[in-house]
């Protein structure tokens, strides 16, 4: 199985957006749901956001409002629009189906003035 490769992170100020992007094999777009985890220093790994092959979308409290996820099923890609960051936001960023896989690179996201 590819792993997954993420795309998008950065250093933004508080009140600030990102838009990452993951590109994963057409076969595991095809047959699962996927989803956006994340990883603070020292926490474990946490799913943030969740979508069904159908677009049905399930977000954690702490993002709901704030962070969007999206899949294009014909280009084998998914997003996770986030605005309103704050420094709890801060973390390593990844994309896998749900339940996970094989683990990508993770893309930083740092939240800071």
């Known amino acids: 199985q590819v792993q997954p490769v993420e795309s998008g992170g950065g250093l933004v100020q508080p009140g600030g957006s990102l838009r990452l992007s993951c590109a994963a094999s057409g076969s595991i777009f095809s047959s699962y749901a996927m989803g956006w985890y994340r990883q603070a220093p020292g926490k474990q790994r946490d799913l943030v956001a969740h979508i069904t092959r159908g677009g049905t979308t399930n977000y954690v409290e702490s993002v709901k409002g704030r962070f969007t996820i999206s899949r294009d099923n014909a280009k084998n890609t998914m997003y996770l629009q986030m605005n309103s960051l704050q420094p709890e936001d801060t973390a390593v960023y990844y994309c896998?189906?749900?339940?996970?896989?094989?683990w990508g690179q993770g893309t930083q996201v740092t939240v800071s003035s």
């Open positions: 896998n189906r749900a339940p996970p896989g094989h």
